[in-house]
């Protein structure tokens, strides 16, 4: 994810420069401005992204450690309830030694019951969290999926901590491969009507290409500058003509470095030629171990 911010803003200061000659000085601090604040909603969102994922690490790590001490815990309780048992049955002993010895492995039985129980909760807690995590992500894959009502060559799915859209690339661009196609418009018009109602999801525009820069962008030097301004065209799209909120969306070019496919068949190159959409809506945090927020 680093890799590719460091990409983009290379990609972006490079696309500035090639403007600044050939544009207005106007356009050129227009472009600048804009450029600076994708930069900084692109960084504040891979900040949370890495968050997230540093979370959900975290606490998969956790929940196997509590699991080990409840069954510590638990096999410790067993010991100590034994221990009294046998120290009461014995003989030889003073009634007062044994009395006293009873009352402290009495006392250490219910401390370990009450860690025990705090175990427990924790345990509970973070259980709930994960749950209300796939449930929200879920909640959402089904919105998405009930929008698109099953259309061709779109797919959904969960990919933790984020819900997956991606768009087939013949219908979302124009032949020339740049350019947002009247059809393109028609299938994001669904992902922006669910976003003007919901300005609580961030979203990463994530475009591909193959390793074939069409002949006919001749203004464009490479596939990542192919694939930013790919991204970029959506994103414009989905601010200009459906009206979804700018803070909200952040382009990224991944040029040919992602391949799913070989670009040695037309077929291959089609299926890297490719735009997805990550939704990251908030997500209930998990607590943390000592129980405080």
Do not use: H
């Amino acid at each position: 994810m680093l890799f590719s911010f460091l990409n983009a803003r290379l990609l972006l200061g490079m696309f500035a420069v090639a403007a600044a000659s050939c544009v207005s000085k106007k356009v050129y601090l227009a472009e600048t401005q804009k450029r600076a604040e994708c930069e900084a909603r692109e960084k504040t969102l891979m900040g949370e992204v890495l968050e997230r994922r540093r979370e959900a690490t975290e606490w998969a790590k956790r929940l196997a450690d509590l699991s080990r001490e409840v069954g510590r815990q638990e096999a410790e309780i067993q010991r100590l309830q034994q221990e009294i048992n046998e120290r009461t049955a014995a003989l030889g002993e003073s009634a007062s030694q044994l009395l006293s010895e009873k009352n402290a492995l009495e006392k250490a039985l219910a401390d370990a019951k009450v860690q025990l129980s705090r175990s427990n909760a924790l345990l509970t807690s973070v259980s709930e969290a994960q749950q209300a995590r796939q449930a929200t992500l879920e909640q959402l894959r089904q919105d998405l999926d009930k929008r698109y009502g099953g259309a061709k060559n779109v797919a959904i799915e969960v990919a933790e901590p984020a819900v997956v859209l991606t768009l087939p690339d013949a219908q979302l661009f124009d032949k020339g491969g740049l350019l947002i196609s009247a059809d393109g418009r028609n299938l994001l018009k669904p992902l922006a009507e669910l976003l003007g109602q919901r300005p609580d999801i961030g979203v990463e525009v994530i475009a591909y290409t193959d390793n074939a820069v069409p002949k006919n962008l001749k203004n464009i030097e490479d596939t990542w500058d192919w694939s930013l301004a790919r991204a970029n065209n959506v994103v414009r799209a989905l601010i200009q003509q459906f009206n979804v909120n700018a803070n909200q969306l952040t382009p990224i070019g991944k040029g040919e470095y992602y391949p799913v496919a070989s670009n040695e068949t037309p077929d291959g190159r089609q299926r890297n030629r490719r735009t997805v959409v990550a939704l990251y809506p908030p997500l209930a945090r998990i607590p943390p171990a000592g129980g405080k927020e």
